[in-house]
């Protein structure tokens, strides 16, 4: 999986979170024509998990999927782990997971 996250801060909303799924041998991306659900899964500090839709951009294809943050889900510094999902008609496939530091805000 390859992710491109800007700097995160506590309190931050609209924050895009890109993911993109590949093949872990192959690097070649995921086709998620045939998936019936795509989320990302995110996970704080509290070791709480919020589970978001994650949007397809462009063609599905290229395995590329985003969601954006919420109000409330950049609530505390720390470490931020994700990971996207992917539902298919066969069953469910997960990427690597993913962190990213959150940091404090003034």
Same mark, same amino acid.
């Given at each position: ?24 041998? @192959?690097? /070649?991306?995921?086709? !998620?024509?045939? =998936?019936?659900?795509?989320? *990302?899964?995110? $996970? ?23 969601? @954006?943050? /919420?109000?409330?889900? !950049?609530?505390? =510094?720390?470490?931020?782990? *994700?990971?996207? $999902? ?21």
């Amino acid at each position: 999986m390859s992710t491109r996250f800007p700097v995160l801060q506590v309190g931050d909303v609209g924050t895009i979170i890109d993911l993109y799924f590949v093949d872990s041998d @192959t690097e /070649a991306p995921i086709d !998620l024509t045939t =998936a019936t659900a795509v989320e *990302i899964h995110l $996970k704080n500090n509290a070791l709480t998990t919020v589970v978001e839709d994650a949007e397809i951009v462009g063609s599905p294809t290229l395995g590329h999927a985003r969601t @954006t943050c /919420a109000l409330g889900l !950049l609530a505390e =510094a720390g470490t931020l782990f *994700i990971q996207g $999902k992917a539902v298919f008609p066969g069953g469910s496939w997960r990427t690597a997971l993913a962190t990213v530091q959150v940091g404090r805000a003034l």
